[in-house]
């Protein structure tokens, strides 16, 4: 009887510690984390036949944490291409071939983020005829305050990808010029218009006769010449020299 009540302890403490250990390993809330994708950015027509996706990054050993972020950067990046690179030809291919999408943590807790990539254009018999790559990077170095690593991941791989929009457009641009496609304006359809009738022409007058006749007006013609000296025989001659007028010698 006398240990009745120090077995009750026991138990009792047993039950409390037991509780207190399922509490710590309650999981912390989870984080959201936007999806990054860029469909409402300017396409970028080539004039292929169609466009394919490559990934072939790799991880770089212990440092690297690419695999903690909470958008990976290689699906990121593999989605850029597909909502900007738009295959606006009917023969080849281009192919989008990540070469590099990690970040990398130092010792001191610095983020070191890479991401490269390269554009090549291929005819239908495997050729390239057009190359272009991008490649930017990014730096963050630990402060201070307190850090969430998810947090810097997502905010790393978001900058990234926004430098990466601009520089891969910007190289598309400059290497690729002759493959881009831009002029996609369609023009309008014909639309037929039917013409209005034509207004008849007033009829002529009927030709005048009779006493309606209305004499011509006089004619300006003046190639025929008018008379305006009297009549022949009108006038005489005068008398010949040393004889009376009016009379014989």
């Not at 120090?6 to 390993?25: E, H, I, N, T, Y």
């Not at 008379?227 to 020299?241: D, F, H």
Request: contains cysteine; glycine residues 6%.
């Amino acid at each position: 009887m006398r240990r009745g009540p120090a077995l009750v302890k026991s138990l009792a403490l047993l039950c409390v510690l037991a509780l207190a250990g399922c509490g710590g390993d309650e999981p912390p809330p989870s984080e959201t984390y936007a999806p990054l994708h860029y469909e409402y950015l300017k396409q970028l027509r080539l004039n292929v036949g169609a466009v394919d996706v490559d990934d072939r990054s790799t991880q770089l050993g212990p440092t690297d944490i690419t695999s903690q972020d909470p958008v990976a950067p290689g699906q990121v990046l593999a989605q850029m291409a597909r909502d900007r690179l738009f295959a606006a030809g009917t023969a080849g291919r281009a192919v989008f071939t990540i070469d590099s999408a990690t970040i990398t943590q130092a010792e001191n807790g610095t983020l070191e983020g890479v991401l490269a990539a390269h554009l090549e254009v291929l005819t239908d018999g495997g050729t390239r005829a057009a190359y272009a790559e991008a490649r930017v990077s990014r730096q963050h170095v630990p402060g201070s305050a307190p850090e969430n690593l998810r947090n810097n991941l997502y905010d790393m791989t978001r900058q990234m990808m926004d430098d990466m929009n601009v520089e891969l457009e910007f190289q598309v641009r400059r290497s690729l010029r002759d493959w881009l496609v831009t002029n996609t304006a369609v023009p309008a359809p014909v639309v037929a218009i039917p013409l209005s009738p034509a207004t008849p022409a007033a009829p002529a007058p009927p030709p005048a006769t009779g006493d309606s006749a209305v004499p011509p007006p006089p004619s300006d013609d003046t190639s025929t010449p008018q008379q305006m000296s009297p009549p022949p025989s009108y006038l005489q001659p005068p008398p010949a020299p040393n004889q009376p007028p009016g009379g014989a010698p």
